[in-house]
């Protein structure tokens, strides 16, 4: 039991931490230069999705990974970003006004509406594991939507990357 109150209570403060004051990420600020890469994949004629890899000019991995899906022939686009924070990864799906897909096929944000947003722990907490050895009692699972996100990410991950000519 309290394993549990405590887990509880630092998913709240993963969630204060990541939401105080919706301050953007280093990533996502204005000042920070950053390395977009790209790669696509063509679902049919009129639907594709695209996916961006942000870095920042000074570091060496990833710290975004963003995964747009046009809309096709006449629905909205929607987006999935994932932010590699270092003990969690923050995903936060959102749906975009078709005007605005020209700016969001260049890898920059655009007004957005949010869908919906989690975490996934990606480090163990005080006394949580997200990995267990036979003798230890307590396993933590994923979900089977966080089993989904993680698998959808390394996907993205593993695709051949291009650069963007303009990159902030």
């Not at 105080?20 to 977009?36: M, S, W, Y």
């Not at 000019?57 to 046009?70: F, G, I, Q, T, Y």
Request: glycine share 4%; charged share 25%; with cysteine.
């Amino acid at each position: 039991m309290k394993i549990l109150a405590c887990s509880i209570l630092i998913s709240f403060a993963l969630l204060f931490v990541v939401n105080a004051g919706r301050e953007p990420l280093p990533i996502d600020q204005a000042n920070n230069k950053r390395t977009v890469t790209f790669a696509t994949e063509g679902e049919d004629a009129t639907s594709t999705f695209y996916y961006f890899f942000y870095s920042l000019s000074h570091a060496d991995e990833v710290s975004k990974v963003r995964m747009l899906w046009n809309g096709g022939g006449g629905n909205k686009p929607t987006i999935t970003d994932y932010y590699l924070a270092g003990t969690f990864i923050w995903i936060i799906e959102r749906a975009a006004e078709r005007r605005d897909l020209p700016l969001l096929l260049k890898g920059e944000d655009a007004p957005f509406q949010t869908v919906r947003e989690r975490i996934i722990k990606t480090a163990p907490l005080e006394n949580e594991r997200l990995y267990a050895f036979p003798d230890v009692p307590k396993v933590l699972r994923l979900s089977e939507a966080e089993r989904r996100d993680l698998t959808t990410l390394l996907t993205l991950l593993s695709k051949t990357r291009k650069p963007i000519a303009d990159n902030r």
